[in-house]
């Protein structure tokens, strides 16, 4: 079974853990990340999760497609609108275990990056 983030639940096992120990602990150990604004977790040896938007990205690539603006003042774009030129999408969304992940496509749609999930 795939797992479920829970935006509304307050009783999050990693951030209970976090809140007592400082730190994600087993989580962490697997090489995880956890976000405590909308409970997703991640392996954050890969993938990227923005904390402005909660939304997660196949690499730092992606991610830095959906922001926009200047260097200081960067917001976050819905990565469903971010286009090439020629109109083709520069993100495209797709599903892993943890919930939806943006990943890169090219000029002509296609996937840059390999889904290894
Ligand atoms: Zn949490
Ligand atoms: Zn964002
Ligand atoms: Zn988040």
């Known amino acids: 079974m795939a797992q479920t983030t829970d935006c509304t ?19 962490a150990n697997r090489g995880n990340s956890h976000c405590p604004q909308c409970h997703r ?13 909660c939304r997660q990205f196949a690499t730092e690539r992606a991610f830095g497609l959906h922001r926009s603006g200047q260097p200081d003042s960067r917001v976050c774009m819905d990565p469903a609108d971010v286009n090439w030129s020629n109109g083709k999408a520069k993100l495209a969304r797709r599903d892993s275990v943890f919930g939806e992940v943006w990943s890169v496509n090219d000029e002509r749609g296609v996937s840059w990056e390999r889904d290894d999930s």
């Open 9 to 27: 639940e307050s009783t999050c096992e990693p951030c209970a853990y976090s809140a007592e120990h400082g730190w994600w602990g087993p989580l």
């Open 41 to 53: 977790t991640w392996r954050s040896t890969t993938e990227c999760h923005c904390v402005g938007c």
